[in-house]
């Protein structure tokens, strides 16, 4: 397997998970560990805002565009002629997620 | 931290993305399937698989034949240097090692870090798919590159003699135990595990931890027959072992000793007797890595 990031990976920041994570004195396989099911908690929600967003007609060509090619930056061009706003409401929905993930790493 | 404390954060967090996966599925069930049917799944969507192309033997024309986006620089270089070492005798590899971790080696000993501690890690993990780190379960050693010396044999069971170990007899016996005693309350409670635990043993300095005097207890259990790789930085020669004794004292000027087996397998048994190593910790939980020398091949 190799490791690919979404389109949408340089709008999930995730320095301040790390920091908690380190607070905690977790060894590098943990941390490595709960920062995937972080990513993944992103991934499912940003996925979830853009198909709730994406005219039912774009779905199909999207959905293709993204199952070869899950990291192609085209991806974010062609949803804001379709979505307004969509970076920033990906950004604003990273932020709120981030501070869930941090609420549960209290 | 405890382990149970990341237990107990690794059930959060989960409970979070479940709870949004759910919710995924429920809204767009549909668009789930159509991305499953082109083979990408939910929640694992950072991973591509190219398994059908290592396991088919790449070539390094196939590599670069692959599409750009197929060819994340540092996936990229994994493979080459799969490919790479594929054609390489094990002596070839241990050196090609030796100076890979030569370029990310601090220059005076002591704890490995920043990035160069995963870089470190990461790479034995890639080439001997051996989980190893510096820091495991919250715990580390004050050092992680250091010296390491030859001590003796450690006696196994109450009447144990040098005559009785099959090697290395030219090591000695300690006239003391380990600090965690005998191996077996006697020679007929010896299992095969046991023997090979002193048969590679290494003796690490616990007693320096700053928390060691109040935290004893906890730590002497964690550290007891705790698994480690132990690697020679001068020839890339890995072995195996655990931690059955602590020491050496700070004043020898050595941060590890080595049992006389784990010592001929990382070539530093002769003249001196003593080298540079890195001491990982192995993640094994499952007591799948056997102990003693790695080979590459």
New interface residues.
Partial sequence: MMKVKPFWDNLVEIREIRIKLDEHGLGRREKKKLLKVAYQTFDIRIMEIILTHLPEEKKQNFLNTFSRKPHQAELMASLKEDIADIEEKISALAKEVKKEILDQLE | ?KKK??KH??Q??????KK??K??EE??GQ?LR??EK???S??????????FLIGAGLTAAVLMALPE??Q?KV?AKQVQERVHLKFMAEEEIKKFMAEKVADLLPGAIGKITGAD??KI?QLFERILKV?V???????ELNFSFGWIGYEQHLKRYPGDTLSQHDEEQVAGIAPGLGAWGYFAPSKEEMTEELYQMEKYYVAVQTMYLPEWYTQTKELSQWYKHRKVMVVNTETGQACVAVVADAGPASWTGKQFGGSPEVMKELDLHLGPRKGKVLLFFV?DPDNKVPLGPIRYN
């Fill in positions: 931290m404390d990341f954060l690794h959060k967090v989960n409970k979070l993305q949004a996966l919710n995924l809204k767009h668009a159509h991305l082109k083979g990408l939910f929640p694992e969507i950072r991973k591509f698989s190219l398994s986006h197929l994340p996936i501690r995963d890690c989980d780190c510096f820091n495991l379960e919250g715990k993640d």
